[in-house]
């Protein structure tokens, strides 16, 4: 069974608590339709599993069939500088049809971030460096593709259905003595 | 007031593993009913009717007469109700398998109560009409006429159900025409196909790898170190499912899924926070089957001044460390 790698740290996008029972890793593309379709059964596990659930993206933009994939990611990052990763995250997720350089900045905008420090921002190096580092971590981790999920460092291999996700996260945050 | 009511309780297992038992129990019951069926039938006087010919004759009617002598075996001088007795026993010992298979390999959610009682009784249904009908032209025509007066329209919870439907329409089909050796055939292999589907998850494992992951190819993976995956065809596919946008559930019931450490010792603290924070709720169903997380399904109203999402947390902060998560899966 694979193995998240390197493990979740300080360097991570998370939300949730340190102490939280299961941590949920997800490598995705903000433009990968599973990805899309995976995004509200997360946001519902967050709300389900509450303090029991801490959860971190990492990016794995698949820039050879989704063209807006790697811009999208830088976009979110950007975004995250100005401190406000998550809610361009969860907007990307829902609009996945607005992700050409025009339709980012209404984003930004709408999102009320300083739309010239973001553009300024979506060049940055830094954000180039961490992405194809999630994407090096990725390739450890034996992601096959997007999305992928680790349940507690483990490769989850179930279907990505909402039951059996659930029933997962039950599972693992069981096998924490609290 | 509240309500408190158990309607039903479930225990499943989550490995799909068909035990020996199981394998037994269903050879067992075959080898009974294929003699309780043949003691019946030599109770009546069964038989070919007439000397069969090898081959079909080139007329109609008699190549018609040369397949039923070779499928079935018709009463000798037995009375139509008894014969079609026979024939409805046969068939409602031969469809119970079915309705057996059916239940063992079903989710909990995918589980639908009528649709066995459905499949029990369509055979006898069907091979009462078709002993009602023998070979009366007449006879058939007026039941397609019946059958287009009457609307038969069903949402059934799953596609692979309607498998079930056809099944036990087989097997009523096959008894009522006296082909009860078919009848037995197609249980016997529609129980196998199915425990065997359901055993290996035929095709889940390509469902996982084709139909539900963007995969990379090596220009996404360029620039990774080590990286040895090979390129893939992105699949095709439009992200179906959307969200349905997050709603608070106050004022209306709501099915709440709770996953617990252990059933016995949850249960009575959830309640407690339901009888405080519900107006209405229901015990629905509890899981507490070996492999299984433990689930306790309440079908909830959330009194107003509290709302759903409010009592989800109330549940995970009053109810810990023994309820792990509270899906509402219908938000």
Known sequence: ?178 | MAQHRMSSEAAQTAAREIGRLTILRLTVYYVMAGILIMCLSALLPLGSIGPIPAEPPADMQGAIEWFKGQVAMFPKGAPVWLDALFQMIAAFLLVLPLAFVYVRTRTRLKFDHSLIQTVIVLPIVVTAILVVVRDSLALAFSLAGIVAAVRFRNTLKESGDAVYIFGSIGIGFASGIHAISVAGVLSVGFVVVELALWKFDFSAEFERTFARLCMPSGADMADVPGYRGEPEPTPAGNGAGQAHPDRDGAGRSALLRIYVDQVDAARPKIEAVLERDAKHWTLEQIVAGTGNTPELTYRVRARKSVGLDALREHLLRDAAPHVVAADAPES
Not at chain 1, 12 to 40: I, N, Q, S
Not at chain 1, 151 to 176: D, S
């Open chain 1, 1 to 178: 069974m694979s193995t998240l790698s390197p493990p979740v740290s300080e360097r991570d996008h998370v939300v949730g608590p340190a102490d939280a029972r299961v941590t949920l890793v997800e490598y995705g593309d903000f433009e990968c339709p599973f990805c899309g379709a995976l995004h509200p059964v997360v946001q519902a596990a967050r709300k389900s599993f509450g303090g029991n659930l801490r959860f971190a993206f990492r990016h794995f933009p698949l820039r050879s069939s989704h063209p807006h994939a790697l811009a999208s990611a830088k976009a979110a990052e950007a975004a995250g500088e100005q401190g406000k990763f998550w809610e361009m995250h969860d907007r990307l997720y829902r609009r996945q049809t607005e992700l050409t350089d025009t339709d980012l900045e209404r984003h930004a905008r709408e999102l009320g971030l300083d739309v010239d420090r973001f553009r300024g921002s979506l060049g940055a190096r830094a954000h180039e460096v961490r992405i194809r580092e999630d994407l090096a971590s990725a390739s450890q981790s034996g992601a096959k593709g997007t999305p992928s999920l680790f349940i507690n460092g483990e490769f989850y291999e179930g279907p990505l259905e909402r039951e059996a996700i659930f029933a997962a996260l039950a599972r693992a945050a069981l096998a924490v003595v609290p």
